[in-house]
């Protein structure tokens, strides 16, 4: 039997989450186990005055391998997806102003960075493999639901507890609708009627 299109989705979005996140996590690894070359490559973009090249070199790949981590996980989904589309469209633009303004460079995505030869640039496939990213990204900005996440554990866990309140609205509102005038219950009214009909 086929699965349903919902559950196909949230399979497709269980991919698409799990990927993002392992892009992120080995970009961000690469760049923090070698820093000299992650500087070097922050530095061939000629954008950023001196003193924030060694700030960005820093906090790129911490911030890459926190956005991997929340997709991982599945915490907020959708805001961890609308923060790496950010950051994608911003590598982007990096690697598209490089290529327009005649830079020889690496982008530096997953290792490695800083100027190369002018035959060794790769800007048309590193423009199309972070567009693809970009796509993931947008994916799980529109559907962040996904299975084994702890955002539907989340949902569920909410959903039980409105469930539970719901129950027992009912249940409250057929007891106070048998309170006699005085205030008592029909159980404590019945009974009290029985007692003085024994006397």
Known sequence: MLPSRGRLLRGVGLLVRLGLAAIWLVSGVLKVSDPGQTYLAVQAYDILPDSLIGVVATALPLVEIVLGLLLLFGVATRITAVASAALLVVFIAGVAQSWARGLTIDCGCFGGGGEVKPGETAYPEELARDIGFLALAVWLWVRPDTP???????????????????????????DESRKDPSGRSGADGEEAASTAGGR
């Open 148 to 174: 084994l996440s702890i955002d539907g554990w989340l949902r569920r866990g909410r959903g039980e507890t409105r469930s539970e309140t719901h129950q027992a609205e009912p249940a409250e509102r057929n």
